[in-house]
Nanobody
């Protein structure tokens, strides 16, 4: 059974860097042709795909967030990490990690596996 678990701070101050980690169990993040994504949902809004890292380590970002986003991985721990720089209150959201053969989609059904999400608030 594949499980994803997000971890990170529940609150970040404006202008700081948000760092979240997704720990994957039951599957390797190096599984061929698989992508591991970060997706968020601000309050009252729909899902927003942020970026992904592929099984080979390639990274892909939403154009609207690319300048502030970095995704990396630790294959020894089977984890991948999101860093979002210069956060503002508009970055307040539920953050999810997800895995599948697709990336870039904001539709829940396009991903095979989802974490339960972690709430992040940005305020001073």
């Amino acid at each position: 059974q594949v499980q994803l678990q997000e971890s990170g701070p529940g609150r970040v101050k404006p202008s700081q860097t948000l760092s979240l980690t997704c720990t994957v169990s039951g599957a390797s993040i190096t599984t061929h042709s698989y992508y591991w994504s970060w997706i968020r949902q601000p309050p009252g809004k729909g899902l927003e795909w942020m970026g992904a890292i592929s099984s080979s380590g390639g990274t892909y970002y939403s154009p609207s967030l690319e300048s502030r986003t970095s995704i990396s991985r630790d294959t020894s721990k089977n984890q991948f990490t999101l860093q979002l720089n210069s956060v503002t209150p508009e970055d307040t959201a539920e953050y999810y990690c997800a895995g599948g053969e697709k990336f870039g989609s904001r539709w829940e059904g396009d991903y095979d596996y989802w974490g339960r999400g972690t709430q992040v608030g940005v305020s001073s």
